[in-house]
């Protein structure tokens, strides 16, 4: 008795021209025929952005950044289209995970000061980061990293005006690179700051998020009884007698109030009218100075988000999921000096911004409240606008704040 083999030669020839029928309908032909139309609203990349490109892939930063927003990624910006990647000539740099945001939109939304210093020391501006530091990178190296991160989505430095073809946010100048021993032709903002904010303010209501307002999360944890609000206490009330522990203006402040820090509640609103006693116009002047040293540091920690005003129209504010605070609105007039130093030391939860007692010392955070505080109840710069701002932010001594308080 014989068993007849299976013939397998047939089946497995179909199979074969199935799987290229396949390859070929899925694959080969997208590839020779998709021609995407060359994109009316974004041009070509400089030859800066070019290496800056080259320097992102050789990182590796497109393995935990994606180049690709998608239609629920409204926060992040427009969901990408195929023309967007029209001038990829050397390959995509989509990126498989996200365990940093999406780059797809990132252009215009930070200073180019903000990347390069994130570059450095991510934990600097976002402090918990697992960013890696890239600081061994050249200047020109961050710089051209800089310019083509600027250069992407719709509000970056490659967009273009649909309607004249002309660059909506940038223009073209040479500028010297010392490793090419020349000028070069690069792309650089037309808009100054705050020209810049001015655009973003008049978009920002477009936003489809509800701006987000802060809640009595705040006073209930500086004030309430809640376990974490117990703890959250004590390290605030040494923070603050650490900065100040050498300072007897204070403990004579104190002694004038024993309910309240003498120099916690100091106002820093603008008299209606400068006064005439030398004395009185001069505690005024120091209160401005002490409040300007404050601007400073919101300037170059700040501003992105919360804009040079405080108003919460920075460059960043509209394309974020939850807004800037606005310090203009009525609530923070009343806020105590140790509410806001919690704060700027804690951050916000669910946002993005940073717990910056990591990175900043007591007394810088100190006079960081005191410019909050003097937005906050003159609904603006006020009389700081016209007050320079020194070339350096100077670290400040600790006993600065509590003497300018304490002469009230």
């Known amino acids: 008795m014989t068993t007849q083999r299976t013939n397998y030669l047939y089946p497995a020839v179909g199979m074969g021209l199935i799987l290229s029928a396949i390859i070929f309908v899925v694959v080969l032909v997208p590839r020779w025929t998709f021609r995407p139309p060359q994109p009316k609203d974004y041009r070509d990349y400089t030859a800066q952005e070019q290496r800056g490109r080259t320097i992102y892939r050789r990182e590796g930063c497109w393995y935990c950044h994606s180049?690709?927003?998608?239609?629920?990624?409204?926060?992040?910006?427009?969901?990408?289209?195929?023309?967007?990647?029209?001038?990829?000539?050397?390959?995509?740099?989509?990126?498989?995970?996200?365990?940093?945001?999406?780059?797809?939109?990132?252009?215009?939304?930070?200073?180019?000061?903000?990347?390069?210093?994130?570059?450095?020391?991510?934990?600097?501006?976002?402090?918990?980061?697992?960013?890696?530091?890239?600081?061994?990178?050249?200047?020109?190296?961050?710089?051209?990293?800089?310019?083509?991160?600027?250069?992407?989505?719709?509000?970056?430095?490659?967009?273009?005006?649909?309607h004249t073809g002309e660059m909506k946010w940038a223009r073209f100048t040479k500028v010297y690179n010392p490793e090419?021993?020349?000028?070069?032709?690069?792309?650089v903002w037309k808009h100054g700051v705050e020209e810049r904010e001015a655009i973003v303010a008049?978009?920002?209501?477009?936003?489809?998020?509800?701006?987000?307002?802060?809640?009595?999360?705040?006073?209930?944890?500086?004030?309430?009884?809640?376990?974490?609000?117990?703890?959250?206490?004590?390290?605030?009330?040494?923070?603050?007698?650490?900065?100040?522990?050498?300072?007897?203006?204070?403990?004579?402040?104190?002694?004038?109030?024993a309910l309240v820090s003498g120099w916690n509640e100091i106002s820093f609103r603008e008299p209606e009218a400068m006064p005439t006693d030398t004395v009185e116009a001069g505690k005024v002047e120091k209160r401005?100075?002490?409040?300007?040293?404050?601007?400073?540091?919101?300037?170059?920690?700040?501003?992105?988000?919360?804009?040079?005003?405080?108003?919460?129209?920075?460059?960043?504010?509209?394309?974020?999921?939850?807004?800037?605070a606005n310090f203009w609105e009525d609530k923070f007039a009343n806020y105590k000096t140790d509410t806001w130093f919690w704060r700027i030391s804690r951050g916000v939860p669910a946002t993005q911004m940073p717990r910056w007692e990591f990175t900043l010392k007591p007394d810088q955070r100190l006079y960081l409240a005191a410019f909050l505080k003097y937005v906050a109840q003159n609904k603006g710069l006020g009389k700081l606008k016209g007050m320079p701002l020194p070339d350096q932010i100077p670290l400040p001594s600790a006993a600065a704040p509590a003497r300018a308080v304490a002469a009230k």
């Open 288 to 324: 401005r100075t002490v409040a300007n040293q404050g601007r400073g540091l919101f300037n170059n920690q700040c501003s992105a988000c919360h804009g040079l005003d405080g108003n919460g129209h920075g460059w960043a504010a509209p394309s974020m999921t939850r807004r800037p």
């Open 202 to 257: 008049a978009a920002y209501e477009s936003h489809p998020e509800t701006p987000f307002k802060y809640t009595a999360e705040i006073e209930e944890l500086l004030y309430g009884t809640t376990h974490e609000a117990q703890n959250a206490k004590p390290a605030l009330s040494q923070l603050i007698e650490k900065a100040f522990e050498n300072d007897k203006a204070l403990e004579k402040a104190r002694e004038e109030d």
């Open 67 to 162: 180049m690709a927003s998608r239609p629920q990624d409204w926060d992040h910006g427009p969901k990408s289209k195929a023309s967007d990647y029209f001038y990829d000539h050397d390959g995509h740099l989509l990126g498989s995970e996200r365990s940093g945001p999406d780059l797809a939109n990132i252009g215009g939304k930070f200073p180019d000061e903000y990347h390069k210093l994130h570059h450095n020391n991510p934990r600097y501006v976002k402090p918990g980061s697992i960013m890696p530091r890239y600081d061994y990178l050249t200047e020109q190296e961050l710089t051209d990293l800089t310019a083509f991160l600027q250069g992407n989505g719709p509000n970056g430095t490659r967009a273009l005006d649909v």
């Open 180 to 187: 090419l021993g020349k000028d070069e032709e690069v792309a």
